[in-house]
Structures are given as structure tokens and as C-alpha cells.
């Protein structure tokens, strides 16, 4: 049975995010949005010597509310605070016991800090299998070479501390079953950070190019096995793989899209409440006025796309398959921050748009989570493949 009711430990967790999210995230979260490649040593020290709270690791429903809250403080900030992040949750999703070991426990132990994963490439997005980054056995190593865009936690885990997990072909040939992960750990000579994108939000987040050169890493750095298989007529075992990741990371991003819905959304509840207009829940629909339906329409999106959000990590936490509850609750809450947080700035007119007020942010910040792991319409595609029984051949 699901029970999504919080123990004691788990609720003063929560209660400690939103906290840190007032205290820590909040006050800084424009200027970081304003000086976009700044870092924010302090900040990231603070975070980094509060691992030990829960505050960084974990996969699961306290975990994912955890991250929702610090996203109510500052998706950017959150983006930069020290953690397995992506890269960790591919080590989790793909790797042996031994490899878990060797990059996950460490993070614990205070080098890597950071973990990135690097998929996407300038000719390779939502259509993963046309990965033209490759590696090569030489003996006892793997050769990279190849360009990756837009990784998140780019700079930090390839500059100063923290491992990157690189999709990479090992038979161009092969297609879907020639592609594999290799872990690649900071430092590597052959791995270097190219550029730095300007985005439109999450400006606290580095969002980096990494380019790989002759880059050698040791032979047991591939996560899974190094062999080609087809398992089935449309699965291989490295495309299942990456797939496996996704539905690890896709409620995680799901819960952040989640954490700035909500800072939209309560802060338009706070405003009216301030203008003293009551929201009367419980009236027939056609006795509401025009924002009361308005105020009601965000709520349920937001409680819709947080049960699915829940429903997907809790599987994850039970390593029940999850691929169609994650893609649900992935699209649901990219979705779902996008028209909350659009509606929040129509509501409020001016405020919604002026830079006062972290409204107009939120807006930029909210649409990240309907682009990245999967955009809205692929995590659709994924649903409705698996609802109507598709292969991806018949279903594109
Ligand atoms: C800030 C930021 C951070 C990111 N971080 C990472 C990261 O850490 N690691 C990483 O690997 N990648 C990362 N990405 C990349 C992101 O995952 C990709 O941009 C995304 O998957 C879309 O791929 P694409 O850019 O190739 O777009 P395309 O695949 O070219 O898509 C363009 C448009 O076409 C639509 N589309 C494509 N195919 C279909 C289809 N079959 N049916 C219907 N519509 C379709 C898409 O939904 C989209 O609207 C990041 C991107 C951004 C902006």
C-alpha cells in the first residue's frame, strides 16, 4: 500500500529545507539571477557542511520533497549545491554494487562533489540514439572523444570536483545497443569545459559544453556491461540503460518544477490575502469569480502533478519499473509549472512582471523543467506508447 505520511524525522527534514529556503536561498536568489556566472562560494560551502542533514542524498519521497522545497527557495541555487545530482542518479540507476561503492560513497567522504550527465550533443537530443560521441577499448582504457552540450553541473564537476557520466557510442554501427555510460572523474586529462551557456533561467546553474579529447579512463569506468546486445526486437541493453536513468532523474526534476510552482502560487495566494480577496473554496463553480476559478485551477495542478511526482519516487524507492509514472509525473509538472507560473504574473499585472518581486524569475526558472530530462512532448510520446501498447517504431 502507498502511504504518503511523513514520520516525525521525515517532517522536521522538510521543515529544515524550508527553512534553509527562506534563510539561505531566498536572499540571494536574484542577485546570483542577475550576476549569471558568479559563483556562489559562500553559499555552496554552507551547503556542502550541511550534507549530513539529508540535505544532498538519497532517492525517494523525502528526498523529493526535500528538493522541492529548496526549489521553492531557488531552482538556480539549487542546481549548484553540492550532491550526486544527475550523474549520481545514472551511478545508482546503471551501475554494479562495486561501482555504487566507488562513485556514490564517496560523495560522503568529501571528493566528488558534484555529478553531472552529460547525453546531449549538438546533433542528439531528444533522439538519444544518434549519440556521435565515442569510445574506443585500448587495452585496459576507454578512449573518448566527442562534444557534449549543455550539462548541467558542467563546470563545477569537470573543474573543480566531481564526475561526469558521458553517453558514448562503442559501435556507431550497433545503433541504440551500441550506446553505453562511462564514468569520468574531474581532472581527466582529454575533458575540458568549452563554454558557459546565457540562459533564460536557472542563471545560478552552469550550464556547460564539455569536449572530449583522446580521453582515457580506466576500462572498469563503464557503467553496465561493455558488451553489444539486443535483448528484443526494440530493446537493446544500453539504450534500456539510459532509459533506466530517466526514470530515476524525471520525478527528481519533476519535484523542482514542483518547488517553483509553488513559490508562484503562494505567492499570489499571499498577495490577495493582503488585497483582502478571499479565495471561497466549496462554492459551485459558476458562484466563483474569474480569479477565485483562476487561484483553484493552479492548486489543482500543482496537488495533480505532486501525486503523480510522489507516486513515481515512492516506485523508484521500492525499485518497482517506473518508466511510465515518471514520464507522467514529468510532463504533468513541467506542464504544470509552466501555466502556474504564467497565470501568477497575468494575475498580478505589474508586479508579476517588475524585478522587485521574484515572480517574473520564477516564470524563466519554471519552463526549465518542461525542456530538460525530456521535454513535455516526449515524456507524452513515452506515455502514450506504453498506454496504447507501441513500439517506437510505430509510435514516433
Ligand atoms: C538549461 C539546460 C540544462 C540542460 N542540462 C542537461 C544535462 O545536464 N545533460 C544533458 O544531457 N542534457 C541537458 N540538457 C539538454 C536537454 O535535455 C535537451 O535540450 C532536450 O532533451 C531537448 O533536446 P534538443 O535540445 O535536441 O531538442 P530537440 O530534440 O531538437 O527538440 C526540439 C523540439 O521538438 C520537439 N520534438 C522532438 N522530437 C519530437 C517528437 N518525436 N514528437 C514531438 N515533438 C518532438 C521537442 O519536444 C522540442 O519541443 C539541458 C538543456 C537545458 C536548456
Known amino acids: 500500500m502507498i502511504d504518503f505520511e511523513l514520520s516525525p524525522e521525515?517532517?522536521?527534514?522538510?521543515?529544515?529545507?524550508?527553512?534553509?529556503?527562506?534563510?539561505?536561498?531566498?536572499?540571494?536568489?536574484?542577485?546570483?539571477?542577475?550576476?549569471e556566472h558568479e559563483s556562489p562560494d559562500e553559499f555552496i560551502d554552507t551547503m556542502w557542511a550541511k550534507r549530513g542533514?539529508?540535505?544532498?542524498?538519497?532517492?525517494?519521497?523525502?528526498?523529493?520533497?526535500?528538493?522541492?522545497?529548496?526549489?521553492?527557495g531557488d531552482a538556480g541555487l539549487m542546481l549548484v549545491s553540492p550532491g550526486p545530482g544527475l550523474g549520481g542518479a545514472a551511478v545508482m540507476a546503471t551501475g554494479t554494487a562495486d561501482q555504487h561503492k566507488r562513485f556514490l560513497t564517496r560523495f560522503n567522504e568529501g571528493e566528488p562533489k558534484w555529478g553531472a550527465m552529460a547525453m546531449t550533443e549538438p546533433s542528439c537530443g531528444s533522439d538519444t540514439a544518434a549519440i556521435q560521441t565515442t569510445a574506443v577499448?585500448?587495452?585496459?582504457?576507454?578512449?573518448?572523444?566527442?562534444?557534449?552540450?549543455?550539462?548541467?553541473?558542467?563546470?563545477?564537476?569537470?573543474?573543480?570536483a566531481g564526475i561526469v557520466i558521458v553517453w558514448a557510442t562503442v559501435d556507431k554501427s550497433a545503433g541504440r545497443a551500441g550506446m553505453k555510460s562511462f564514468v569520468v572523474e574531474c581532472g581527466t586529462p582529454g575533458m575540458k569545459v568549452e563554454k558557459l551557456e546565457h540562459k533564460l533561467g536557472i542563471k545560478a546553474s552552469d550550464t556547460a559544453t564539455v569536449v572530449f579529447e583522446d580521453c582515457r579512463i580506466?576500462?572498469?569506468?563503464?557503467?553496465g556491461s561493455p558488451e553489444v546486445r539486443k535483448l528484443d526486437k526494440t530493446k537493446t541493453e544500453g539504450f534500456k540503460k539510459a532509459m533506466a536513468t530517466f526514470d530515476a532523474t524525471r520525478p527528481i526534476v519533476a519535484a523542482m518544477a514542483l518547488g517553483v510552482g509553488r513559490a508562484a502560487l503562494d505567492f499570489v495566494k499571499e498577495t490577495l490575502e493582503k488585497d483582502g480577496i478571499?479565495?471561497?473554496?466549496?462554492?459551485?463553480?459558476?458562484?466563483?469569480?474569474?480569479?477565485?476559478?483562476?487561484?483553484?485551477d493552479m492548486e489543482a495542478n500543482y496537488k495533480a502533478a505532486k501525486m503523480l511526482m510522489m507516486r513515481a519516487t515512492w516506485m523508484m524507492s521500492q525499485l518497482l519499473p517506473n518508466s511510465i509514472e515518471?514520464?507522467?509525473?514529468?510532463?504533468?509538472?513541467?506542464?504544470?509549472?509552466?501555466?502556474?507560473?504564467?497565470?501568477?504574473?497575468?494575475?498580478?499585472?505589474?508586479?508579476?512582471?517588475?524585478?522587485?518581486?521574484?515572480?517574473?524569475?520564477?516564470?524563466?526558472d519554471g519552463?526549465?523543467?518542461?525542456?530538460?530530462?525530456?521535454?513535455?512532448?516526449?515524456n507524452m510520446l513515452v506515455v502514450a506508447r506504453r498506454v496504447l501498447g507501441f513500439s517506437r517504431d510505430q509510435l514516433k
Open 10 to 35: 521525515e517532517q522536521a527534514i522538510l521543515e529544515q529545507a524550508h527553512e534553509d529556503a527562506v534563510k539561505l536561498y531566498r536572499p540571494i536568489a536574484r542577485y546570483y539571477d542577475e550576476h
Open 53 to 72: 542533514e539529508g540535505a544532498l542524498f538519497g532517492l525517494g519521497v523525502t528526498a523529493a520533497l526535500r528538493i522541492e522545497e529548496t526549489c521553492w
Open 137 to 160: 577499448q585500448d587495452g585496459n582504457e576507454w578512449v573518448l572523444n566527442g562534444e557534449k552540450i549543455f550539462v548541467t553541473w558542467g563546470k563545477r564537476a569537470v573543474e573543480q
Open 218 to 223: 580506466p576500462f572498469e569506468n563503464i557503467l
Open 278 to 296: 478571499e479565495i471561497r473554496y466549496g462554492l459551485p463553480r459558476n458562484k466563483l469569480t474569474s480569479i477565485e476559478r483562476d487561484v483553484m
Open 326 to 364: 515518471s514520464s507522467m509525473a514529468k510532463a504533468k509538472a513541467g506542464l504544470a509549472v509552466t501555466k502556474i507560473t504564467q497565470k501568477a504574473v497575468e494575475l498580478m499585472g505589474p508586479l508579476g512582471y517588475s524585478r522587485k518581486y521574484l515572480l517574473e524569475k520564477w516564470m524563466r
Open 367 to 378: 519552463k526549465i523543467n518542461d525542456l530538460f530530462e525530456g521535454t513535455g512532448q516526449i
